[in-house]
């Protein structure tokens, strides 16, 4: 390992990732991990320099106190505790240390070298890989969104062809998307990459399934499926790549932390999963999964992609999805998409997208009476999508995007602009 790093153990606390944040922003890596650990497994760790026993309000679980093994009072490191009264340190602190006292215990106590940074994380994690997989094969859902793109980037970096990756094409992604992942990943970066075009089973699934849970279970256990098939077809796979971050493992729950929502890449997985798994993101944040895309050399509009559900437009198509509806709202999407991108908005807004109803209302094309669908723009900034404000967005701009989507859409004849925060609304309409 070429990075120093502090160990922090959980006891409870719920600020496990601040202080997890505040040591990496300080250039020292960190890494969370269970309070029960041993000597044995701590010392395992590489380039451990000193711990941190973190405690707080979950420190009791069913009854009984959460406390360390004695044993690793004993080892040969600096040890503090934050929020742990109980705790045998010598430097206990009540509350989160300021930046300046850290600094002291990282760089004069533990004597860590300020040495994180992704170019060497990347090289570590290519290094873990190797170890982990040796010569055998690795397979990988690659969809194109953020995580899973780094995680095929950074193994293609690894172990080149005994990676592959498919694509499954659920009809649902929005424009160009699909062709982008074949682009990069096919091409550019040459790897053996399975692409299946499974619009039309997916759609055909659908046909007028309106209820948005019946549609989000079909697309997700139709994906499982369609993934499962490829799989089947290639020999020899014995790991299985997934683009798990830091964040889908602390809400699935830890020893001591309840379960936020379980998330499909850590609680989902089949009971009968027959592939080991290749992790190589689980200790990165979210910005820190995108700087190591950059670091990788991906395209920037894969890296700093907003955020996109995984049943895709499927639920942005409301009611029941119709091929038309469906092309209308790929197309709107597109413009408006466009559109931010042309005056900047798409670096300042945290998710856009285009709805369209499944209703038509009476306009005029062409000095005619027509009906058309309505093109409905969401545009949201939040922190943790827990809640969200809307953007408050020019009207000229707001009209240019109308004029476009009614001039290139054919379809749409309205186009309003959602302005509920959430709650009471959420972000997605289903
Ligand atoms: P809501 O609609 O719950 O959305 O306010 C919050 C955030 O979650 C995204 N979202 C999903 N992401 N699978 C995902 O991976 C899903 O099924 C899903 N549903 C909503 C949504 O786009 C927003 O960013």
Redesign the pocket.
Known sequence: MKQDMIVILDLGSTQNTVVARQIRDLGVYSEIHPHDITAKELTELDNVKGVILNGGENRVVDGSAVVVLDELYSLDLPIISIDYPESKCEVKYDTLPSDEVMKEFLFTTCKAQANWNMKNFVEDQIELVRKQVGDKKVLLALSGGVDSSVVAALLIKAIGKQLTCVHVNHGLMRKNESENVVEVFGKQLDANLVYVDATDRFLDKLAGVADPEEK?KIIGSEFIRVFEEEARKLEGIEFLGQGTIYPDIIESGTKTAKCVKSHHNVGGLPEDLQFALVEPLAQLFKDEVRACGVELGLPAEMVYRQ?????GLG?RCLGAITRERLEALRESDAILRDEFAKCGLDKKVW?YFTVVPDFKAVGVRDHERSMGYMCVIRAVNTID?MT?SIERIDYDILEKIADRITEEVPSINRVVYEITK?PVA???FE
């Open positions: 989000r955020p996109f559900p995984g049943p639920v998710q999508a969200a959430k959420t972000i997605e």
